[in-house]
């Protein structure tokens, strides 16, 4: 049988790519890392990208083809993890480009330093323009030496440029396996819950600023749809889960690992994003609803116990009064209206 020590397995979910999905395997393909499986999982692609698939799948031995019926990215991962046969882990989006050397420099740090997690930076860029930038400026993060995971991570949180994405790095199957990191199907950035999971895990972690990934912003990505009303409240309802999750994370991983303040900020953080959707929200009624759930979600009571500084003290005493007062005023207007309503 053979050694599958070096192996690399590529997990790519696949839904409808299109002729960007030939550029990403062309960069996959021209990889210098030779010990590489490529597992793409179609999730039910109707445009033509399985008939690019297949192309890739007859020509090359290395590139494998899986098929489901279309259920999201996070059961697409799930399902090239169970089937993956590396000792190590990667990620691409299926519309992005991996630079020629990326699984060769992550690899050697792996190897090098017998690491749980190599990460790079990455080059965002704007596919009809083609400017690009960096995605950590290396001002805010150098190049580190080998940290454990949760030093990694709160370095990596401290900086407030580093993203949660699972495609800027490579990691160690036996952690995932043996942890049972499996990412969350129908939520919305699960990859934030999975890699802040892993790195609690992660024994031995390191971090290169070289941009070795290039992700494309496009209008129609989940991130950056425009939303109101009901999908607007759908959408923060993710964020609100994902609040949840990394609170349930930090208490049940407190007696393994230090549970530094930047954890507590991070939920925080996420928390705040749905606060400041609720003020953008142009319908009332919308709103209205938003603010209840924050409430009965618990949400608001996790910002709070969440708070370990002065910084996001404020900005959470802030928030605090700028709910209440948007309910007050939602509650006081309902009043005079049943009273107008009383005269007739």
Request: with cysteine; hydrophobic share 40%; proline share 3%.
């Amino acid at each position: 049988m053979k050694n599958n020590a070096n192996k690399l397995s590529v997990i790519i979910p696949l839904y409808n790519a299109g002729h960007d999905f030939k550029a990403c395997m062309e960069s996959l393909i021209a990889q210098t890392w030779n010990d590489l499986e490529i597992i793409i999982v179609n999730d039910g692609s109707t445009d033509g990208s399985v008939e690019i698939a297949q192309y890739y799948v007859d020509a090359y031995p290395h590139v494998r083809l899986l098929h489901q019926a279309n259920a999201g990215a996070s059961v697409a991962r799930n399902r090239g993890l169970a089937a993956a046969t590396g000792e190590y882990i990667a990620f691409v989006d299926a519309d992005d480009l991996v630079y020629p050397d990326m699984y060769a420099t992550l690899m050697k740090m792996m190897l090098d330093d017998n690491l749980d997690v190599a990460q790079c930076n990455s080059d965002w860029s704007y596919r009809e323009t083609g400017r690009s930038w960096q995605s950590i400026p290396p001002e805010r993060v150098r190049s580190t030496g080998v940290l454990t995971g949760p030093e990694w991570l709160r370095m990596a949180l401290k900086s407030r440029r580093w993203t949660h994405v699972v495609w800027m790095g490579i990691y160690r199957r036996e952690v995932i396996v043996k942890n049972n990191i499996t990412f969350i199907p129908g939520l919305h950035h699960q990859d934030i819950v999975w890699t802040t999971e892993f790195m609690f895990n992660a024994e031995r972690a390191r971090y290169t600023e070289q941009s070795l990934y290039k992700y494309f912003l496009h209008d129609n990505s989940v991130s950056r749809l425009k939303r109101q009303g009901d999908k607007n409240l759908n959408y923060q309802r993710h964020y609100i889960k994902i609040t949840r999750l990394l609170d349930k994370l930090n208490r049940e991983y407190a007696g393994r690992i230090t549970i530094y303040p930047e954890f507590h900020d991070q939920v925080i953080y996420e928390a705040l994003r749905v606060c400041h959707c609720v003020r953008k929200e142009p319908d009332a009624a919308t709103r209205k609803r938003m603010i209840a759930e924050i409430y009965t979600s618990g949400m608001y009571k996790r910002m709070v116990a969440n708070v370990r500084g002065v910084k996001l003290a404020y900005q959470v005493l802030l928030w605090s009064f700028r709910l209440w007062h948007w309910r007050d005023k939602t509650q006081s207007q309902r009043r005079v209206a049943r009273k107008a309503l009383n005269l007739y």
